[in-house]
C-alpha cells in the first residue's frame, strides 16, 4: 500500500516562498510510469493541478503557476518537494501531493492534505 504524507509549515508570510515535503512510502518514486504530484484547493474552490516530477525526474508546471513553481526530490529519502515563490493570501489552500498514474491517467494514491494560510 502506498501511502504519501505531506509537511511543512502551515503558515507563511506574503512575499515569501511556500515549501512542502511529500514523503512516500510503499513505493519509489522512480518507479516507471508514475508521476509525483502536487494539487491545492483553495478554499471555496476546485481542485489545481500544479505540476509534477515524474519517475525519470523531468518536471512539469501548469502554465499560470510555472514562473513561481519548483519541484524536486530526493530519490535517497523517497521524498519529493514543492517551492512556491512571492506567495500571495491567494495561494492560501490545501496543498495535496498525490501519485499519478500515467499507464491509466489516473490519480491513485492521495496524502491527507496540509493546509497552508498565506497571512502577515
Known amino acids: 500500500q502506498v501511502q504519501l504524507q505531506e509537511s511543512g509549515p502551515g503558515l507563511v508570510k506574503p512575499s515569501q516562498t511556500l515549501s512542502l515535503t511529500c514523503t512516500v512510502s510503499?513505493?519509489?518514486?522512480?518507479?516507471?510510469?508514475?508521476?509525483w504530484s502536487w494539487i491545492r484547493q483553495p478554499p471555496g474552490k476546485g481542485l489545481e493541478s500544479m505540476g509534477a516530477?515524474?519517475?525519470?525526474?523531468?518536471?512539469y508546471y501548469s502554465p499560470s503557476l510555472e514562473s513561481r513553481t519548483s519541484i524536486s526530490r530526493d530519490t535517497s529519502k523517497n521524498q519529493f518537494t514543492l517551492e512556491l515563490s512571492s506567495v500571495t493570501p491567494e495561494d492560501t489552500a490545501v496543498y495535496y501531493c498525490a501519485r499519478f498514474y500515467g499507464l491509466g491517467f489516473t490519480y491513485d494514491y492521495w496524502g491527507q492534505g496540509t493546509q497552508v494560510t498565506v497571512s502577515s
Open positions: 510503499g513505493g519509489s518514486i522512480t518507479t516507471n510510469y508514475y508521476y
Open positions: 516530477i515524474a519517475y525519470s525526474g523531468s518536471t
